[in-house]
């Protein structure tokens, strides 16, 4: 691994290891879940388990930690979300986190860690995929951390770059996947929030 790959790498660790705290903080001090969705907790869960799994068995060593601290944050998300929403929202969390937790797991069992890597990378679009819908259909987004995002964003292009380089097609896929699923959020997220201050400076020049 040379200077720059190591580089990518740790950045890309640094992120992933931060990318759920400004969630976590604007849900803490606000306590809004508009634009935010119980499955994509639930998802998030489950798929950073898998990292963590694949780290192990593939010895993928830098996305041990990352992936280890990312399923604590997203556990503390779900819990500061199941106490502003109520319990209801658990069966969400929990039937999405089920779903996307079992799919890889055929892929594992008759092509080994390789294909089942692929369809890890793969499912992390499939993990954001809640986020983008919920915050498509919501014309609040007070409860989305624009900080959490951009991080994604950041990180995923990291892990991207750092795939090509070392020829993880893991890597490649849930970079790539994660890359349109952030610009997408961060898009949606603009769009709103322009909209707003242009609502209000109509109101006040009215």
């Keep these: 691994m040379n200077l720059i790959s190591t580089a990518t790498v740790i950045v890309a660790t640094l992120l992933g290891s931060s990318m759920a705290l400004p969630q976590a903080r604007r849900l803490y001090s606000t306590r809004r879940v508009e634009g935010l969705s119980a499955a994509w907790i639930g998802v998030s869960v489950a798929l950073n388990a898998w990292w963590l799994v694949y780290g192990f068995a593939q010895n993928v060593w830098v996305l041990i930690p990352v992936s280890a601290l990312s399923v604590l944050l997203y556990l503390s998300i779900g819990a500061m979300f199941i106490h502003t929403t109520g319990w209801a929202s658990l069966r969400q969390m929990f039937a999405a986190g089920v779903a996307l937790g079992l799919l890889p797991l055929g892929f594992l ?17 499939l993990q954001l995929l809640p986020a983008v819908v919920a915050v498509y259909r919501s014309d609040a987004v007070e409860g989305v951390a624009t900080g959490t995002w951009l991080i994604a964003l950041v990180e995923s292009l990291l892990w991207l770059l750092y795939g090509l380089g070392v020829a993880d097609v893991a890597l490649i896929a849930g970079g790539s996947s994660g890359v349109v699923m952030a610009s997408l959020i961060l898009a949606r997220l603009h769009v709103v929030r322009s909209n707003a201050i242009a609502a209000r400076w109509i109101r006040t020049a009215q």
């Design 109 to 125: 069992a008759f092509g080994g860690w390789v294909v089942a890597g692929v369809v890890v990378g793969l499912c992390y679009g």
